[in-house]
């Protein structure tokens, strides 16, 4: 059997979960923030790098080593028998006559990808559309060109960013073929957007978010939970439940607050300034967040920092990306906020305990 060659291309840190839960193929087309300044999220590895623009150009030649790896590996396939199927046995046979590639991150991204279906790819870094809108939708036709077998391309967005984008140019991009926007509207509250420097208002979240939907996008939105603390959670809740009521994205997307290293909120906390709320004060601002929703959206806690437990010591929310329909499932949501608030805080893990996870 030939030897797979040595095709590699750029890849960023993160994804949102859901994209690392469906494999997607990761295409880098910026690199880090450009923004970089979320009190929250400023100090974090991912943020250190200055942000830059890739060139076209530069971007097709990783597509196209994507592809190159993918050929090969499908190329494997057929030779074993199994007709382009890819699957473990695949995976581990190259592995055993080529173990430096289980170090590649190349070839594990686009094998995990092929390995489940070959269906989603996911732009990084932090805010694809800063990029001119006609290199842009030339990277997409080309993603899509290069892989037919793609349903679903998604990207993370900064609100600011969409805001300032004309509807054409939004619907060209979602003619081109992306589907949908991450989108960290993080709070509703303007006092609090402020606080944490996210460079956005309350208005502008729901005016990138009714844009985003009125050109044809999935809208994704993410929230913190316990990012204004005890003294601003009625605030958070309340302003949040009004700005995700009047966009009605199609997923609201939980991430708790845990202050990172490094970061000038941690800073906060560290001296005091910052008080980090309980678990039972997180699921009352939940509630009353919940409570106030009229929206027809999914509504998910998938990440693990939606850590409430059960008496059980289950999870309280399953962690699944399509999470809770609404308004079908919100009775269920508000009962298991409820026997949250029932189980003693000592059995939740108290944001406190997660400062040093990784922040996937
Ligand atoms: S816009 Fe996003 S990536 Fe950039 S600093 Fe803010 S939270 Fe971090």
Redesign the pocket.
Known sequence: MKKLSTHSFELGAIRPPSEGGSHSLLIRVTRN??????K???G?P??REKFQLRGVEDIKKDIQAAKTISDEIKQVSWQLGYAGQINNVVGSTIIQREPNLSESHSFVTVFNWLNSGGRTAFLQ???SLIMRTPDLIEVIKYLRETFPSLERITS?A?AKTICRKTLEELKGIRVAGLNRLHV?L?SGDDELLEHID??VTAEQNIIAGRKAKETGFEFSAYVMPGLGGPSRSEQHAKNTARVLNEINPHYIRFRPFVPRPNTPLFDEYQSGKLQISSPHERLRELKTMIEALTVTSRVCFDHMMNAWRKESGELLFTQDYEGYKFPEEKERVLELIEEGLRVSELLHIDAKDMVAMPHL
């Open positions: 923030c450009p923004w970089s300044r979320c929250f999220c400023y974090t991912y943020n870094d932090a805010d993370y900064r960290g993080e996210k460079g």
